[in-house]
């Protein structure tokens, strides 16, 4: 995966991982393995059919997460910040983040 810049971007590389990800591993499949078995069959059984393709999924997230937080340090420029810059940041500066309407937008999946 290459790297990329805005938030759109994010947004698209994030839906193509569960598009990907849906492919790989069918949830009506997860729900039908965890109910074939009961007990302490249910979990080996789990492995034994979705297994592989777990391992598959866990790296792709990871890659993925990867992808973004290295986009994320380009685009803001992350190198050029001196190292004493880089501290953890008050919760309630934060929240006054996230709570902006205009930081991260909402948009429809579909529109993606």
């Known amino acids: 995966m290459k790297t990329f810049r805005g938030g759109a971007n994010a947004a698209h590389v994030t839906v193509e991982l569960m598009r990907t990800t849906l492919k790989l591993i069918d949830p009506l499949e997860v729900i039908e393995a965890y109910n074939a078995e009961a007990g302490r069959d249910r979990i080996p059984h789990m492995w034994e059919q979705l297994g592989g393709r777990t391992i598959r999924t866990i790296a792709n997230g990871s890659r ?16 050029s910040v001196p190292s004493t810059q880089l501290t953890a940041i008050n919760k309630n500066s934060l929240r006054a983040l996230y709570s902006s309407s205009s930081f991260l937008e909402s948009r429809w999946l579909k529109d993606m």
Do not use: D, F, H, R
Not at 64 to 79: C, D, F, H, R
């Open 64 to 79: 993925t997460l990867a992808v973004i937080w290295q986009s994320a340090w380009n685009e803001g420029k992350g190198n």
